[in-house]
């Protein structure tokens, strides 16, 4: 008579615990975030396998909470308009390079952020784009401000 007694506990413990399971993978399963699409894209020296944010959900996500990235990857954030840019590192944890770009390929700026600084890093004129690469890529593939990149052909905000 007893197991009768816990059988309905274990059951709603089990049920309670599918149900927490479930709803995790479920979370992680509709993230419109992940995977983002990736391009190649040479910058200086180097070709970088870039994720592409280009929607607003993507870019204000953009590389939050990772505890890192390969050394040869990085995101490149896709705007519908050419402006002055600002970005910040909002739970960012690794030191990162930003580059702003415009929309005929120049690079307008080159600039390093620290991890979780919520200080706007202001590009040096407008920019349709920004990359970002972990600390020192752009030094190591000798990306400068006034060059020029070929962009991947299909870049287009999504919002």
């Not at 309905?8 to 995977?35: E, I, M, Y």
């Not at 200080?119 to 690469?133: F, K, N, R, W």
């Not at 020029?148 to 299909?154: E, F, M």
Request: net charge neutral; aromatic share 8%.
């Amino acid at each position: 008579m007893s197991i009768f007694f816990h059988l309905p506990l274990h059951f709603l413990l089990l049920s309670t615990l599918l149900l927490f399971v479930g709803a995790d993978c479920q979370s992680k399963k509709g993230n419109d975030k992940w995977p983002l699409p990736t391009v190649q894209m040479q910058l200086g020296s180097k070709t970088f396998t870039l994720e592409v944010a280009d929607t607003r959900a993507n870019k204000e996500y953009g590389l939050m909470h990772r505890d890192s990235m390969p050394a040869d990857h990085g995101m490149i954030f896709v705007f519908s308009d050419e402006t002055e840019r600002r970005f910040w590192m909002r739970n960012t944890r690794i030191p990162l390079d930003i580059i702003y770009v415009s929309a005929a390929g120049k690079v307008v700026s080159v600039k390093q952020m620290k991890p979780y600084d919520e200080t706007g890093v202001l590009s040096d004129g407008p920019a349709q784009y920004a990359i970002e690469l972990n600390k020192d890529a752009a030094s190591a593939a000798a990306v400068t401000q006034g060059m020029t990149v070929q962009l991947p052909p299909g870049l287009k905000a999504k919002d």
